[in-house]
T-cell receptor
Framework: DSGVTQTPKHLITATGQRVTLRCSPRSGDLSVYWYQQSLDQGLQFLIQYYNGEERAKGNILERFSAQQFPDLHSELNLSSLELGDSALYFC????????????????FGPGTRLTVL | AQKVTQAQTEISVVEKEDVTLDCVYETRDTTYYLFWYKQPPSGELVFLIRRNSFDEQNEISGRYSWNFQKSTSSFNFTITASQVVDSAVYFCALGPYNFNKFYFGSGTKLNVKP
């Protein structure tokens, strides 16, 4: 158990809908990262938040957005869902965001499996 | 450009065999970090090891060992005396210095048969 929690574990929805995925980082970690894992694209970095602020952006679609709250939990919002958005969405956390002269280990949650029908 | 290549898509071995998973990376940075993660059938990603670019010593942890060779930009992972529980997808990742975006390889699926 990495200490990172994600809810829900599974989500089934229809095209055009909007969903929210939730992540709680390990105790003491300030950074949260979101990744998408699909069969054809592999593990793709979406976005990083550090202590409530967006720190890095990857291949995140405009239909997707995220935020990190004062208690450091994070939510990933996916809207106007398409069939191709079906994937496993991971949240990871690390102690720092960047700086400090090191690259921190990212610890991953169990993932949320999203199925868009 | 930052890139990680895991050329072996899938490997099948019989229990107790040794197996090596290859990882080749590309980076122009002189300081960087390399990681291995395991994704068992249950789906979660489990951290295995973190190594920085200045530490080329091989590491052994039980049946697991890692061989880091900067000269060939490789960070290979060997499982000795494989077990069925080792069946999983293994990912190699590159973490550039001072920047927490990871670059993952495409993964190697290891099947260990009894």
């Amino acid at each position: 158990d990495s200490g990172v929690t994600q809810t829900p574990k599974h989500l089934i929805t229809a095209t055009g809908q909007r969903v929210t995925l939730r992540c709680s980082p390990r105790s003491g970690d300030l950074s949260v990262y979101w990744y998408q894992q699909s069969l054809d694209q592999g593990l793709q970095f979406l976005i990083q938040y550090y202590n409530g602020e967006e720190r890095a952006k990857g291949n995140i679609l405009e239909r997707f957005s995220a935020q990190q709250f004062p208690d450091l939990h994070s939510e990933l919002n996916l809207s106007s869902l398409e069939l191709g958005d079906s994937a496993l969405y991971f949240c990871a956390s690390s102690v720092r965001g960047s700086g400090g002269g090191a690259t921190d280990t990212q610890y991953f949650g169990p993932g949320t499996r999203l199925t868009v029908l | 450009a930052q890139k990680v290549t895991q050329a072996q898509t899938e490997i099948s071995v019989v229990e107790k065999e040794d197996v090596t998973l290859d990882c080749v990376y590309e980076t122009r940075d002189t300081t960087y970090y390399l990681f291995w993660y395991k994704q068992p059938p249950s789906g979660e990603l489990v951290f295995l090891i973190r190594r920085n670019s200045f530490d080329e010593q091989n590491e052994i942890s039980g049946r697991y060992s890692w061989n880091f060779q900067k000269s060939t930009s490789s960070f290979n992972f060997t499982i000795t005396a494989s077990q069925v529980v080792d069946s999983a997808v293994y990912f190699c990742a590159l973490g550039p210095y001072n920047f927490n975006k990871f670059y993952f390889g495409s993964g190697t699926k290891l099947n260990v048969k009894p």
